[in-house]
């Protein structure tokens, strides 16, 4: 039998023309031609590269938090928030396909006549990307099914889960495999040594915490120390990497990226067309007063499905006028100040201009005000803005972090975009967690004031030690990698589960609380006149806090695979 592979049009725009690409339709080939043609081998890659990497970059998670508030037009994780899931919720479980894809790339290129040098990087990338599929998995429900090779209609489908730490030893063992592999250099987007080791460091800082085992915390400072040997990544400034494509795709830091192209590329295929907000000087829209007051040079027409919370924005720290960080309700400029933006918005982490619009702040060819009255505010209670749409912001902000604002957004319009799968500061962030983790605060201290320099701007070092490190790391973390990769939510899940001391028999019911993970999150009303604000508590579009119980530690099993396999294990709780 001729096996037919399937190769999208757009992956093979990356490889060159050759005869068979002459002969053979542009959509699929057979597997000989396939692996005997190494043009087509990459093709192949690409195509797995399209299909998995968002595994690895895919930031929604982050909704499920406080720092993070779903709005009328967002559905995402809004059960996931209020714990309203269950047993038939499918949180991703079924990525076999994607699996079988890699493995296929590993059964094949092997036999092909391929140079060493081609053999090597592809099975590094095959190996790369089968761990990060199996990573996505392991962070969600724990111990999955391992298919190592490629089943066939013959072959015995009925695999159990394997256990949490055989999962995680072996999506490491892929990680180490690809590092001896990978070239320390490649074409931009594709896999490298040194992303092998900030992926292993990822995972691996993950599984210490779910197997509370000091190993792993090990494997981490290891795998850092190769990665940094490697002296080929450098910190830049936090805006180059999130707030225009140019300099996201020439960013040092950046380990690995996802590009996207405007030639097959809309707004509405990037975050920005869900993270910016709608509004334009039309009465279906804004107030009247709102256009008097605050009239805008251009529309903005996202579609609007989360904004920050109060409870992000108060973790950026402020330059008081003593020269020292501390929290904006803890500085002189409560009390000294007139208007709220002197009061909180000034002297703020570098880091809290590049992710967050504030009242005040430069919207694309608009001045955005989020106060009452104000063109980007929505009109509910208690915020009294002049937005009168679902597109506008309900908590007294919106996100910066990923919208170029060199364009103003309209869905069907190209955009060129860039975003970041791995990179150096969090590498920096995950080597420092593993110091505390090991008992090396010093060492930790001196790589958060990395990030807290270089990211934040700020001129002091983090010289804390005990809880007080323990929590300048919490919030150097939030601050450094919202909307990133979910790592707010995974971060708070290993926090918890260090604290639970891992998960162990009984953690649905005696796993730690998070309280990051339950109540409500907050936003802020500002006057008319800018000089006074009230905090106040908000819900997502559903009306119900945030609820968190400790069985949520591991999603479910989606019942339907049970009863298709009943060998499969449900998680404890559901």
């Known amino acids: 039998m001729k096996y037919i592979i399937y190769i999208s049009v757009f992956t093979l725009l990356f490889t060159s023309c050759n005869k068979v690409m002459d002969t053979k339709p542009l959509d699929s080939y057979t597997a000989d031609a396939v692996w005997s043609n190494f043009s087509l081998a990459q093709g192949y890659i690409y ?32 059960d996931e928030k209020t714990e309203q899931m269950d047993r038939y919720t499918d949180e991703g479980w079924n990525k076999f396909s994607n699996i079988r894809a890699v493995n296929l790339a590993l059964q094949n290129v092997p036999n092909s006549s391929f140079t060493t040098l081609q053999k090597n990087t592809l099975l590094g990338e095959a190996h790369f990307l089968r761990a990060g599929i199996y990573a996505f998995l392991a962070f969600r429900f724990g ?21 949490i730490k055989d999962t995680y030893d072996f999506i490491l ?28 460091m990822r995972v691996a800082l993950q599984a210490g915490a779910y197997l509370n085992n000091d190993d792993y915390y090990k494997m981490v400072k290891a795998a850092g120390e190769a990665l940094f040997a490697l002296n080929l990544y450098a910190m830049d400034d936090y805006s180059n990497l999130f707030n225009a494509y140019s300099t996201a795709i020439a960013s040092p830091e950046n380990i690995l990226v996802y590009e996207r192209r405007g030639t097959n590329t809309t707004f509405d295929a990037t975050p920005m067309q869900i993270l910016a907000a709608n509004t334009d000087m039309s009465t279906a829209k804004l107030t009247t007063t709102a256009m008097q007051l605050f009239p805008l040079k251009e529309s903005s027409e996202g579609w609007m499905n989360y904004a920050p919370t109060q409870d992000l924005v108060d973790d950026y720290l402020v330059t008081d006028a003593d020269g020292k960080e501390r929290k904006w309700t803890q500085t002189s400029y409560l009390n000294t100040a007139t208007t709220v933006y002197d009061k909180m918005y000034n002297h703020r982490d570098k880091r809290f201009y590049a992710t967050i619009i504030y009242d005040s702040s430069k919207l694309f060819n608009n001045w955005a005000y989020l106060r009452a009255s104000g063109n980007f505010s929505s009109n509910i209670q208690p915020l009294n803005g002049g937005n009168i749409n679902d597109g506008a912001s309900q908590t007294g902000y919106l996100f910066n972090k990923y ?38 605060e010093a060492l930790a201290a001196q790589y958060i004031t990395k990030t807290y320099q270089q990211h ?54 005696s796993g ?11 936003g802020i009303a500002i006057s008319l006149d800018g000089k006074s604000y009230q905090i106040f508590e908000t819900v997502d579009n559903n009306g119900q806090p945030l609820k968190f119980s400790p069985r949520r530690y591991l999603f479910p099993v989606p019942q339907d695979r049970i009863t298709a396999l009943p060998l499969l294990t449900q998680n404890e709780g559901w």
């Open 143 to 163: 111990g999955v099914q391992i298919v190592k090779n490629v089943l066939t209609a013959d072959s015995n489908f009925s695999i159990p889960r394997s256990g």
């Open 173 to 200: 063992a892929d990680l180490d495999t690809a590092a001896t592999l990978l070239p320390t250099t490649n074409d931009r987007g594709r896999a490298t040594q040194g992303a092998a080791y900030a992926l292993k």
């Open 512 to 522: 730690a609380a998070i309280s990051a993970l339950n109540g409500k999150p907050h």
């Open 403 to 440: 919208i170029y604002q060199a364009k103003k957004i309209w869905y069907s319009d190209p955009t060129d975009f860039c975003y970041s799968v791995l990179r150096l500061g969090e590498a920096y962030l995950n080597y420092a967690e593993a110091c505390i983790k090991l008992g090396n």
């Open 456 to 509: 934040g701007g700020f001129k002091n070092e983090i010289t804390a030690t005990g809880e007080e490190l323990w929590s300048a790391y919490q919030r150097e973390r939030h601050i450094d990698m919202i909307l990133e990769t979910g790592d707010r939510y995974w971060s708070l899940l290993r926090w918890g589960m260090q604290q639970s001391g891992g998960l162990k028999q009984g953690y649905a019911n």
């Open 47 to 78: 195509n797995c590269y399209a299909n998995d990497i968002g595994f690895l970059y895919s930031w929604e998670q982050d909704a499920i938090t406080k720092s993070v508030k779903t709005h009328p037009w967002g559905g995402s994780f809004v």
